[in-house]
C-alpha cells in the first residue's frame, strides 16, 4: 500500500467501520466506550512491549497500530482534523520549556 496521509487513513477507516457496522456518527457510538477502547489498546502496546513482544499478533506493532485506528476512527467520528491539531501541539510545544527536575519521567 502507498504511504497515505492522516486524512487519507481517516477516510478508509471511516470507510471501513460503514462497512462493518461500526458507527460514522456520534449519534451512532458511545463515545466513552470508544475512548476506554483506546486506551485498552495502549495498555496491550505496554504489555507487549513488556513481555518483549514487539513484532507479530498482539505485539508492541500491531498494537500501536490498533490504538493509532482507534484514535482516527473517533477524529473521524467527531470531525476533528487530528492533522491539524497535531501540528497545533507540536507548534506549542516549540518553545516550550519542561522542568525535568520535577517531572518522574527520563529524558536524553
Known amino acids: 500500500m502507498e504511504r497515505l496521509t492522516i486524512k487519507k487513513l481517516t477516510e478508509l477507516i ?16 458511545d463515545i466513552p466506550e470508544k475512548i476506554a477502547l483506546i486506551h485498552s489498546e495502549i495498555s496491550e502496546a505496554f504489555d507487549a512491549y513488556r513481555h518483549k513482544k ?9 498494537e500501536l497500530g ?13 470531525g476533528i482534523d ?3 491539531e497535531i501540528i497545533k501541539k507540536l507548534e506549542s510545544n516549540k518553545d516550550r520549556d519542561w522542568n525535568w527536575k520535577e517531572m518522574n519521567e527520563k529524558h536524553s
Open 82 to 84: 487530528v492533522e491539524k
Open 14 to 29: 471511516m470507510e471501513q467501520a460503514r462497512k462493518k457496522g461500526f458507527g460514522t456518527k456520534p449519534e451512532e457510538v
Open 54 to 62: 514487539i513484532d507479530g499478533k498482539g505485539g508492541l506493532k500491531e
Open 66 to 78: 490498533d490504538a493509532v485506528q482507534r484514535v482516527l476512527h473517533l477524529c473521524g467520528i467527531m
